[in-house]
């Protein structure tokens, strides 16, 4: 009976051990960010699946529990979402779930199978994709949505997610790195406020908190009239959602720079790619990864195959760097970071 004893307490405080490693590493992020100081940013010039597992050992957290994710399963004719090959590895080491959510708009008339604006058409384009066969797929608003609450209240009251997200303990957010129309970039803030928006959601974000049911005419023509108050507004619905599964398991966020046109996964035919690919980014702050993503295309020189120019005008014109600039204020990271080469 001793001995039985022993071995259910030596086990308890290994479990215990390894549970406080997670909460300890994404406390210390925390805390970094209000002592202002520099967060850790990991990066691979490889684009593997097996850089992918590296970088994620790196981060030093274990994903653990119910294992959320979130990616752009990417519109019906776009070819530069990440690939299902890519990152395998990382999500069946987890056990994870691929997560999305529908679309707040269409691609066109002529365009209804490459939609993902309705569940049944987003089914279509995720098992084009190659993403049935190989994981278990959740369209988080499928079933309705959920309202979470935000720091930040300057212009949404709440972030409206897809009801799903309730299921999930742990999330890693798994970025594609590149421009976007509206946002000037996507990135791993992007990918956790619009991302993990409900229909209704993006609708929230985009109008800046003025309007919470989604339509499609007056979300385009009448309300995107305030672009600070929308990048505002993703900062604040990123922070709710990072502070949701921190008030869980946890979050780590990935960003791999690949495939990097000046628009989005969610465009179907978006514009030629005119950046050479430069490898995988990781960290436990999304402020620090977001702001290393953008400090390496500033970084880039333009040579015959390899041109920043036009990715750097689409940030500027749409002032991306804002939704950065928010996310810092409001305290969801710091821009401050160092670089961790683990090639």
Same mark, same amino acid.
């Given at each position: 009976?001793?001995?039985t &004893?022993l071995?259910?307490?030596?086990?308890?405080?290994?479990?215990? +051990?390894c549970?406080?490693?997670t909460v300890s590493?994404?406390?210390?992020d925390?805390?970094k960010?209000?002592?202002?100081?520099?967060?850790t940013?990991y990066?691979t010039r490889?684009i593997?699946?097996?850089? *992918?597992?590296k970088?994620?050992?790196a *981060?030093?957290?274990e994903?653990?529990?119910?294992v959320?994710?979130k990616i752009?399963t +990417?519109e019906?004719?776009?070819?530069?979402y990440?690939k299902?090959? *890519?990152?395998k590895?990382?999500?069946?080491?987890v056990d994870?779930?691929i997560?999305?959510c529908?679309?707040?708009?269409?691609?066109?008339?002529f365009?209804k199978?490459?939609?993902?604006n309705?569940?049944?058409?987003?089914?279509k384009?995720?098992e084009r994709?190659?993403?049935?066969?190989? &994981?278990?797929?959740? @369209?988080?608003?499928?079933?309705?949505e959920m309202r @979470?609450?935000?720091?930040d209240?300057t212009?949404i009251?709440y972030?409206?997610?897809g009801?799903?997200m309730e299921n999930?303990?742990?999330?890693i957010?798994?970025n594609?790195?590149?421009g976007h129309?509206m946002g000037?970039y996507g990135?791993?803030?992007?990918n956790?406020?619009?991302?993990?928006a409900?229909?209704?959601?993006?609708?929230?974000i985009h109008?800046?908190g003025r309007?919470?049911?989604?339509?499609m005419?007056? *979300?385009w023509?009448?309300?995107?009239?305030?672009?600070?108050? &929308?990048l505002?507004?993703m900062?604040?619905?990123?922070?709710?959602?990072?502070?949701? &599964?921190r008030g869980k398991?946890? @979050?780590?966020y990935?960003?791999v720079?690949?495939?990097?046109?000046i628009?989005?996964?969610?465009v179907?035919?978006?514009?030629p790619?005119?950046?050479?690919?430069?490898?995988?980014l990781a960290?436990?702050?999304?402020?620090?990864?977001?702001q290393?993503?953008i400090d390496?295309?500033?970084?880039?020189?333009v040579?015959?195959?390899?041109?920043?120019?036009d990715?750097l005008?689409?940030i500027?014109?749409q002032?991306?760097i804002?939704?950065i600039?928010?996310?810092?204020?409001?305290?969801?990271g710091?821009r401050?970071?160092?670089?961790?080469?683990i090639?």
């Amino acid at each position: 009976m001793k001995k039985t &004893f022993l071995a259910i307490i030596a086990v308890t405080m290994v479990f215990v +051990g390894c549970k406080q490693k997670t909460v300890s590493a994404q406390s210390q992020d925390q805390t970094k960010v209000q002592n202002g100081m520099e967060a850790t940013v990991y990066m691979t010039r490889d684009i593997s699946p097996e850089a *992918l597992v590296k970088i994620y050992h790196a *981060l030093g957290v274990e994903a653990t529990g119910r294992v959320a994710v979130k990616i752009s399963t +990417g519109e019906g004719s776009n070819p530069n979402y990440l690939k299902p090959e *890519l990152i395998k590895d990382l999500v069946q080491l987890v056990d994870g779930t691929i997560v999305e959510c529908n679309t707040a708009y269409t691609s066109g008339p002529f365009n209804k199978k490459d939609d993902r604006n309705t569940s049944a058409n987003h089914w279509k384009v995720i098992e084009r994709h190659g993403f049935k066969p190989l &994981f278990k797929v959740d @369209i988080m608003d499928e079933e309705g949505e959920m309202r @979470i609450p935000v720091q930040d209240t300057t212009h949404i009251k709440y972030d409206i997610v897809g009801s799903h997200m309730e299921n999930y303990d742990f999330m890693i957010a798994l970025n594609h790195f590149k421009g976007h129309p509206m946002g000037g970039y996507g990135g791993a803030l992007k990918n956790l406020s619009i991302g993990c928006a409900s229909q209704n959601g993006k609708a929230y974000i985009h109008s800046a908190g003025r309007m919470e049911k989604l339509n499609m005419m007056k *979300l385009w023509t009448k309300y995107v009239d305030n672009q600070d108050g &929308f990048l505002e507004s993703m900062a604040a619905a990123a922070q709710a959602v990072t502070d949701f &599964f921190r008030g869980k398991q946890g @979050i780590i966020y990935i960003s791999v720079m690949n495939n990097m046109s000046i628009d989005c996964d969610c465009v179907d035919h978006p514009e030629p790619v005119k950046l050479e690919d430069y490898g995988i980014l990781a960290s436990t702050d999304p402020v620090a990864l977001d702001q290393a993503c953008i400090d390496i295309i500033n970084n880039q020189k333009v040579t015959a195959t390899n041109d920043p120019t036009d990715l750097l005008k689409r940030i500027n014109k749409q002032h991306g760097i804002h939704t950065i600039e928010q996310a810092a204020a409001i305290g969801l990271g710091t821009r401050k970071y160092k670089i961790v080469s683990i090639d």
